[in-house]
Nanobody
Framework: QAQLVESGGGFVQPGGSLRLSCVAS????????IGWFRQVPGKEREGGSG????????YYADSVKGRFTIVRDNSKRTVFLQMYALELEDTTIYLCAALFWPFSAPRWSQAVFYDYWGQGTQFTVSS
């Protein structure tokens, strides 16, 4: 059974930092790409960042580029999203998702191509 479990949400002040974790187990362990998506009520899931299991550059949405860093630990089947300089507008639920082959770079940010999803972790940026 494939499973993705996120953790690391909580409360943080504007300008603060937070690290989210996504642990893949079961068949999700063989992911090609792990993506982090924002879930804003009433809107489609928006890709924030993605990383392949290979030695290739990660992907970032323009809104987080320079503020977020995504890294993976293949041995632990874990992907981390380190977030810096958080803004009020970053408040949302973040979900991680696993995508399997075939994969092409433009797909990383498109939720429809992902096969498995975690339940999400909420974090709030507030003063």
């Amino acid at each position: 059974q494939a499973q993705l479990v996120e953790s690391g949400g909580g409360f943080v002040q504007p300008g603060g930092s937070l690290r989210l974790s996504c642990v893949a187990s079961g068949s999700a362990r063989d992911f090609t790409v792990i993506g982090w998506f924002r879930q804003v009520p009433g809107k489609e899931r928006e890709g924030g960042s993605g990383i392949t299991r290979y030695e290739s550059p990660p992907y970032y949405a323009d809104s987080v580029k320079g503020r977020f860093t995504i890294v993976r630990d293949n041995s632990k089947r874990t992907v981390f999203l380190q977030m810096y300089a958080l803004e009020l507008e970053d408040t949302t639920i973040y979900l991680c998702a696993a995508l399997f082959w075939p994969f092409s770079a433009p797909r990383w940010s498109q939720a429809v191509f992902y096969d498995y999803w975690g339940q999400g972790t909420q974090f709030t940026v507030s003063s």
